[in-house]
């Protein structure tokens, strides 16, 4: 068979037919070979580019090079970081040579040697292997350390975890007699991998991966190696496969980068686990909602630019964080000074009003923390809890934060499909659930070793917080205290503007949130109400007896002013912590408070709502069930809060504006504003001119120490380093109060310019027959036009375009020209506060209802 039998067909989407090339050499056997390789370097001949290193790509099984079109693309550009891309096709892969063998791991690396060498490469490398092509690519990197710059692996694997099934794709494909029939006889094999993309590739594209692959001689070596993967001893690359997996440790010191795609039914999270343990040094993004054909499904080619600009080190902030001067107090401290204290700490209204002691709170949290530990529970080790807040909840956490376990905490109100992705992210080691979320546990095989909370966890096998505080009782010396900079806490996000991010906060800026929050009026003499769940983790660590409502902690509009008043009057409660949407039902439900619930609730000093915008005339209305409160609705999100705090008479004095106006940075944090260009971009470099609208960037002692698992999320956000870029926009006004004005996701780019919505929607809310609404943009960006999405009052049973007079009345109202009015039974909201509106769904939806769909439902 000729070596070039084959060759690209012209016209493939996204291929220079210029970056072929072929190379012939006689490889490990003695025998001259020919590859065909994509180089971008073949298009430079005679030119001034001079790459500082080649990006070696290689490939797995059943796709070739095609796969790294992106990648080449990226780095042909002129504004390119000046690497050389090479991605090589495997012989009796693409459109290499079909030699008639049978080409094992071993001999694979050999090849990727041999095309290297008469390629003359002499480093710096960095490699970047897909599927089986990871493997290869590892072991081409392990012989060759002193041409290594770095390493990239997209969803591949170089070990199959003892106690977990190989993929199932592949133990299909092995089963006898059907490997043949589905790899080399017919393209089913080849038809089953490019199928799982997401999205699903066009046809064009699907006809470039089949292009090599035509007939059954040319499908030979795609059973060749599947039938290649080791998953024995006895297999003839299991040694080959070993000394690869076995090796990884010697690059301890060597850049890599690990991007994956979660949806992937062939290299699973064991596979991730696996490889993040053999290179802890690696940085890690994942990309959700993508799968197995990673660099069909995200920006590969991006991540990877962003990368090697970073090898070279990013510029190093001028200025110390200010973190580095608080003094680290634990969050457990308070606890542990009033060990002895027998006044109530802790009341649970939902669970007949149970109290807790701070003696026996601290006892229970020493107790729970020693058992875990005897139990295995290791300094590092994460441990979700999915535990209602209550006295069970508060033990564990603090339990597992004094012995040095990192808190994994995820909302019940992302749904069952948000906590299977926030949890298969996090990957726990291990999992406290009550009853009922360890059955979900099992069914969706989430992970973690299951410890049960609450009644009827024992009933199911395994062992249970209480047994745990048995077994730690009485035991004297628990494990050394964590260091300030060990990782604390991942917190996920509400989930309102994507999938929700876990947020990595270290034991100092937990600390320093414990500590800002004093900032705030809240200190050990005030009783708390925790009607806000983030709220029930710091009670115990301000020194405040705390009580939890009778509310589903899943459905903040849940909470009603008796049960408000109720757990008030348990703690006698001068400070209460509630959602926007928690107040708006308390205004709703007040007229039943009977005398003993109303003094109960005229106690309250200090009324903090936070998580979205609280509309003044609903902090009115909340003050008038206690007139001695001053409300404050303070700023901020997972990432870091507080920002800024203000009171009601502050709004009041603000007098409307364009946006929502929520104060001063409190004491120790800064606020900057990146200004938007043009296109919506936020500059680089940031200011605090007043009246300038940007992206807010917050600097603080408690901003998160990073997002987990999100390497590229968290580059952006903190590429000013020391500052959180927090994707609202917004603008400092000249008294130094900071307005926010929305998301940077929902600015509008109009031919009027680049328009943001909260202001907007503020002048529609201010039209009597208004009780909410949204601003989208609808169209090509620079010319969107602004639709307005409303609630009305009274409300309307079904989603339509709004009347002719109430369309009228909202283009007289909003300052820019509004295209069109829908009006809708209910805007769409996060689930965790009930309160952010969903403006992403919002314009898909209200474009294709102005596209002519059938209205419905957004």
């Known amino acids: 068979m000729s070596s070039r039998d084959a060759v690209p067909p012209l016209g493939l989407p996204g291929l220079d037919g210029a970056w072929s090339r072929w190379v012939t050499a006689v490889d490990s056997q003695g025998v001259q070979r020919t590859w065909h390789v994509l180089d971008t370097a073949a298009t430079d001949s005679g030119s001034a580019f001079r790459p500082v290193g080649t990006l070696l790509c290689v490939h797995g099984n059943p796709t070739w090079s095609y796969l790294w079109r992106h990648l080449l693309a990226r780095f042909a550009r002129a504004d390119a970081p000046p690497w050389r891309v090479v991605a090589v096709d495997h012989l009796d892969m693409g459109f290499s040579e079909r030699t008639g063998t049978v080409r094992g791991l071993a ?26 092509g990871g493997s290869i ?117 060597t850049p890599t980068l690990l991007l994956w795609g979660p949806r992937d039914p062939v290299f699973g999270e064991v596979h991730l686990r696996d490889l ?44 110390p964080t200010p973190e580095a001067a608080v003094p680290w107090r634990p969050l457990w401290a308070a606890l542990a000074e009033r060990a002895e204290d027998r006044s109530v700490a802790l009341v649970e209204l939902a669970n007949n009003g149970r109290q807790v002691s701070w003696s026996l709170l601290w006892q229970r949290i020493r107790e729970i923390g020693a058992g875990l530990s005897a139990s295995g529970v290791r300094r590092g080790d994460r441990v979700a809890l999915l535990v209602p807040p209550g006295a069970d909840l508060t033990a564990a956490i603090y339990a597992c934060l004094r012995i040095g376990a990192v808190i994994v905490v995820v909302d019940p109100g992302l749904g069952l499909a948000g906590m299977s992705r ?50 730690g009782a009485g035991v004297v010396e628990l494990p050394a205290t964590p260091d300030p900079d060990d990782d604390a806490a991942v917190l996920f996000t509400s989930g309102s503007t994507g999938p929700a991010k876990g947020v990595v906060y270290t034991h100092r800026q937990l600390a320093a949130m414990r500590d800002a929050l004093l900032g705030l009026g809240v200190n050990a003499d005030a009783g708390i109400v925790a009607a806000f769940a983030p709220f029930a983790l710091f009670g115990p ?36 912590f509630a959602s926007p949407a928690a107040l708006r039902n308390v205004v709703d439900t007040g007229d039943v408070l009977d005398d003993r619930q109303r003094t109960a609730l005229e106690g309250v000093t200090l009324l903090l709502s936070a998580g979205a915008p609280v509309p003044a005339a609903l902090l009115a209305q909340t003050r008038a069930l206690m ?18 705090d203000i009171t009601l008479d502050e709004i009041v004095d603000a007098q409307p504006g364009d946006g929502v106006c929520v104060g001063r940075p409190l004491p120790g944090v800064e606020v900057a504003i990146a200004a938007l260009d043009s296109t919506g971009t936020p500059s680089e470099q940031p200011g605090c001119a007043p009246g300038l609208t940007g992206e807010i960037l917050v600097r603080a002692g408690h901003v998160k120490d990073r997002y987990d698992g999100l390497w590229l999320t968290e ?23 900071l307005w926010v004005q929305g998301r940077l996701a929902h600015i509008l780019l109009t031919s009027d310019g680049v328009l943001s919505p909260v202001g907007i929607e503020q002048q529609v809310e201010s039209l009597p027959q208004i009780a909410r609404a949204a601003v989208v943009g609808v169209g090509p960006p620079g010319v969107a036009k602004v639709v307005v999405i409303a609630e009305t009052l009274p409300g309307t049973r079904r989603a339509r375009l709004a009347s002719r007079e109430l369309t009228d009345a909202v283009r007289t109202a909003a300052a820019p020209p509004v295209a069109a009015v829908l009006v809708v039974p209910s805007l769409p909201t996060d689930i965790r506060h009930n309160s952010k509106i969903d403006r992403t769904r919002l314009r898909h939806w209200a474009e294709r209802v102005l596209a002519g769909g059938r209205i419905s439902g957004p």
């Open 541 to 576: 660590a301000l020194g405040a007896p705390s009580a939890i409502p009778d509310m589903s902690v899943t459905a903040p509009r849940t909470l009603t002013a008796t049960a408000l008043a109720e757990a008030t009057a348990a703690v006698d409660g001068s400070a209460v």
């Open 715 to 737: 580059r952006d956000s903190s590429r000013n380093p020391g500052w959180h870029r927090t994707g609202d926009v917004g603008c400092l006004d000249p008294d130094g109060r």
């Open 276 to 319: 993040r343990n053999r290179l802890p040094h690696a940085q890690l993004h994942r990309f959700e909602g993508a799968g197995h054909l990673l660099p069909e499904d995200a920006d590969v080619a991006g991540a990877v630019a962003r990368w090697l600009v970073d090898l070279d080190g990013r510029p190093a902030d001028p200025t």
């Open 422 to 471: 926030a949890l298969r992210s996090a990957d726990p080691s291990h999992l406290v659930a009550i009853g009922r979320g360890l059955a979900v546990a099992r069914a969706l095989r989430w992970p973690g070793r299951r410890i049960g909370a609450g009644p009827g966890a024992a009933a199911l096998g395994v062992p249970t917080l209480g047994k745990l505080a048995r077994l």
């Open 107 to 132: 001999q694979r690396i050999d090849d990727l040697t041999t095309v290297t060498d008469a390629l003359g490469l002499t480093g710096p490398v960095v490699t970047v292997g897909h599927d089986w």
């Open 627 to 644: 007139p001695k409160a001053q409300p404050h609705t303070p700023y901020g999100m997972t990432e870091v809060l507080p920002v800024t």
């Open 137 to 253: 690519s590892l072991g081409w990197a392990l012989r060759h350390r002193d041409q290594l710059r770095g390493v990239v692996l997209t969803n591949t694997a170089v070990h199959q975890p003892s106690g977990s099934p190989a993929p199932t794709l592949i133990r299909l494909a092995r089963l006898p007699g059907v490997l043949p029939a589905v790899t080399v006889r017919t393209p089913t094999f080849l038809q089953a991998t490019l199928a799982l993309a997401n999205p699903w590739l066009p046809e064009p594209v699907r006809e470039g991966y089949l292009a090599p692959y035509r007939s059954v001689d040319r499908r030979a070596a795609i059973g060749g190696f599947v039938a290649d993967i080791p998953l024995s001893p006895d297999h003839p690359s299991w040694q080959a496969l070993q000394e690869v997996a076995q090796g990884l440790h010697t690059l301890a010191e």
